[in-house]
């Protein structure tokens, strides 16, 4: 008898399943989320820091960005080779858009053991990300600002306050989406 049930209701089960199985924006105008796509693909970074070190240190990193299934968050894989140790870190991160707050949200989880979480906005063709953190009882203020230059690259800047109010300029680079 119970095999009947399941039987009978089995129709109704696979139509279900494959009505969930739909894209979540058919139908529907893409949402906020869909901004990111400027960073959809393959891009090349190049810059310099002064914030590990007394001295200027460049470096280069390449990122591949894709979108999950469904187009509501993008996935970013980063690889970096640090230039003085030629120590790689990996970064994977997911970028998304957050409809009650209206931020765009960024979570990266980083092979050294860092786990960064960024709240950002776009006005334009600029991108203002923030993020915070403890450092002992300080709170510690970081802003990354990127600014497109065309759809293949842009300008980005790293600012951090380790008073929590008072900004330095500790990141600066330029990026290339590599084709």
């Known amino acids: 008898m119970r095999y009947r049930r399941i039987v009978a209701w089995m129709p109704v089960l696979l139509c279900v399943a494959a009505a969930g199985a ?3 924006h058919q139908g529907r105008p893409p949402g906020p989320e869909k901004r990111l796509a400027y960073f959809d693909g393959a891009w090349r970074l190049e810059g310099s ?5 007394n001295h200027e240190v ?10 999950m299934a469904g187009g509501m968050f ?14 790689q870190a990996e970064r994977l991160a997911i970028r998304g858009y957050d ?14 053991g860092e786990h960064e979480t960024s709240r950002g906005t776009v006005d334009g063709d600029t991108w203002t990300w923030f993020a915070e953190w403890h450092e002992g ?7 990354y600002i990127v600014k497109e230059r065309s759809r293949d690259a842009y ?6 306050a380790a008073d929590g109010v008072h900004y330095t300029v500790t990141f600066t680079g330029k990026a290339t989406r590599i084709k």
Do not use: C, G, M
């Open 137 to 143: 009882d300080k709170l510690v203020k970081q802003r």
């Open 22 to 24: 739909q894209t979540p």
């Open 155 to 160: 300008d980005f800047s790293t600012e951090s």
């Open 58 to 67: 460049t470096f280069r990193t390449t990122e591949q960005n894709s979108w």
């Open 49 to 53: 820091t002064t914030a590990a070190s």
């Open 99 to 112: 409809p009650h707050a209206k931020v765009y949200t960024y979570d990266a989880f980083i092979s050294t």
């Open 74 to 87: 993008q996935l970013s894989r980063t690889t970096h080779t640090h230039a003085e140790s030629l120590e």
